[in-house]
Structure formats: C-alpha cells, structure tokens
C-alpha cells in the first residue's frame, strides 16, 4: 500500500498515524498526545524487530538488465606512426535496457535463479 495523497490511519485502540507523504515525518497520535516520528527511524525499528526472512524481503533492491555493444574503430593516424597506417581499436559498451527497482519481498524468481520485478522504472 502506497500513501499519495495524507491521509490518517486507524491502527486500533485510540492509535492514529496520521502520514502525509512529501514529509519525511510521521506523526503518531495515541488519545491526545501526539509524537512526531521520522519515517526513517520508524523503518529502521520495523526492519530492527523483523525476523530474517522478513529483513529479506525489506531490503530494497535494484536490478539492471544490460546490453553489450562491440564495435571496431578503424583510425587513420598522421604522425608518430608512418602515414597512412590504419589502427583497429575494439569498443564495448555496456547500455542499460531496463533498470528496475523495489523490495526484495515482491520480486518473482525467474528460471535462471535470477530476480525479476513486477514494475519497470525507466
């Protein structure tokens, strides 16, 4: 679930969070008293009590699909070598196809052993 717009939430028994989503604070309200929390602290506690096969699934990953391009420069040189020889330099280039981003815990297993993800960020 996904917070865009603020937004309260009810967890039960008088305790509210109420989240706006361009703040990096979260503010906690229990009856009357209210605390403001940062969201990084917050996620540091749930990701401190979690058990290890939840961290796993917390932990943000970031996967990239790549592309090797070969190719052979032909330079024609004017000095330091006699003229007119050619040289030959080879080239690879490695050019990002797809980047893709997210938890662990939503990543599929793909065939290879690898991770795929269900969303694409370009």
């Not at 009856?31 to 796993?56: C, H």
């Not at 990239?64 to 052979?72: I, L, P």
Request: hydrophobic share 40%; aromatic share 6%.
């Amino acid at each position: 679930m996904s917070v865009l717009e603020e937004k309260i939430i009810e967890l039960g028994d008088g305790l509210f969070l109420d989240i706006k989503p361009d703040s990096e604070y979260l503010q906690v309200r229990i009856g009357e008293e209210k605390k403001l929390i940062k969201k990084v602290d917050l996620w540091a506690a749930v990701f401190a009590i979690a058990d290890p096969d939840t961290q796993e699934k917390l932990t943000p990953v970031r996967q990239t699909q790549m592309v090797t391009y070969a190719r052979v420069h032909t330079i024609q040189l004017k000095k330091d070598m006699r003229k007119g020889e050619v040289l030959k330099c080879k080239c690879r280039i490695n050019v990002p196809q797809v980047i893709e981003e997210g938890l662990a815990g939503n990543l599929k297993k793909t065939s290879k052993g690898g991770l795929a993800l269900p969303k694409k960020f370009y």
